[in-house]
């Protein structure tokens, strides 16, 4: 098959960072991974609550039987300590990750030592950054560097040159941009993460290899070391990422387990509190006028614990979709997308 290098564009075809002009995607975004968790539960539970008033305004539900509701609540109870039971399971299989023996603690800070020596070695700085999102932003800037570097080294009308510049091109676009997200974030924030996983490291180092595996020969010493370290650069980044995702990751499901166990309490306490409600013979206590909000916004309470784990679930299943790529391999892309086409046997001929 013929190259199609100089005829398509170096596109990534990924998620990348400040293309998000659309409302609905940006609320997505919000409610996928950007926003609080806490807010899209809550936001969860009031969409419960309105729910079951307008249910009952339609006439579609009522809140006067009482066998009905008392079995309902008897139900929510019993799915409120499975749910908390459950949580508490994954809790547990988190905490079994921290206990390691001191061979296997010294073996691990070995290999973060070393992995950070490495950055230092390519940025040149005495050490790396302990901050999670300058320890980013100093990786993404050695990378926008050794992309300059390249591209300067290389003529455009060179062999390769041209698919080499737009590669640059969009590395040093995509270095921006994510520099302007970690500038405006915090340590400990989210965000920080989040803009790790929509840098496209994986499409970058794809293309990178290509490009050292089908031009080295032909480009100079100085470019081919700065594409070299560029690729040594991208490898270390796609490292870190994983690394603090999976960190985050961890510390955001036992943020979960605790809130889950905070709101498990008021959720049982409000779901024996519709049974107490229509325990007395002569029916609900409370008056048929107020009956249908104060049910509904129990209920709402009941169900906290469940908007909860959908709120968590939703970010981290998204977090994990998105970086599903095992370094060059993106199994999320066309197979018939982006500007390289090979077949067996073309470095022989």
């Known amino acids: 098959m013929a190259s199609s290098d100089s005829d398509e564009s170096l596109e990534s075809h990924g998620s990348e960072i400040g293309h998000q002009t659309n409302v609905f995607v940006r609320v997505r975004e919000w409610f996928l991974v950007k926003g609080s968790r806490l807010y899209v539960a ?11 008033l307008l249910l009952n305004e339609l006439g579609i539900i009522a809140f006067v039987n009482d066998d009905s509701v008392t079995r309902l609540a008897g139900g929510m109870i019993a799915g409120t300590f499975s749910l908390v039971t459950l949580v508490v399971s994954i809790n547990q299989l988190i905490l079994s ?3 390691v023996t001191a061979d296997t603690a010294r073996e691990q800070l070995t290999g973060v030592m070393e992995f950070r020596s490495d950055l230092s070695a390519l940025a040149q700085v005495p050490a790396s950054p302990a901050s999670p999102t300058r320890f980013f932003e100093l990786i993404v800037e050695a990378i926008n560097d050794r992309a300059t570097t390249l591209a300067d080294a290389v003529d455009a009308e060179s062999d390769g040159g041209e698919i080499i510049h737009q590669f640059t091109d969009r590395v040093e676009q995509s270095s921006e941009q994510i520099n302007n997200t970690l500038e405006q974030t915090k340590f400990g924030t989210f965000e920080a993460v989040s803009a790790a996983v929509a840098y496209n490291g994986a499409w970058q180092l794809y293309a990178a290899r290509h490009i050292q595996g089908r ?3 032909s480009l100079s010493e100085e470019a081919s070391e700065a594409l070299e370290e560029l690729i040594s650069l991208i490898e270390l980044f796609i490292t870190a990422r994983e690394h603090f995702k999976t960190t985050y990751l961890q510390r955001e499901l036992t943020r979960f387990s605790q809130l889950t166990i905070y709101c498990g309490v008021p959720a049982i306490l409000s779901a024996m509190t519709i049974g107490f409600i229509y325990a007395d013979f002569a029916g609900p206590t409370v008056h048929a006028v107020y009956l249908p909000y104060i049910i509904s916004a129990l209920i709402a309470v009941v169900a906290s614990p469940l908007a909860l784990l959908v709120s968590y679930i939703l970010r981290t299943a998204t977090v994990t979709r998105r970086t599903t790529s095992i370094g060059p391999m993106v199994p999320q892309k066309d197979p018939d997308s982006g500007p390289f086409d090979v077949s067996a046997g073309e ?3």
């Open 42 to 52: 809550t936001i969860i539970s009031l969409a419960i609550f309105v729910l079951f």
């Open 97 to 99: 990750q921290e206990f």
């Open 215 to 217: 031009y080295d020969e």
């Open 347 to 349: 470095n022989q001929e």
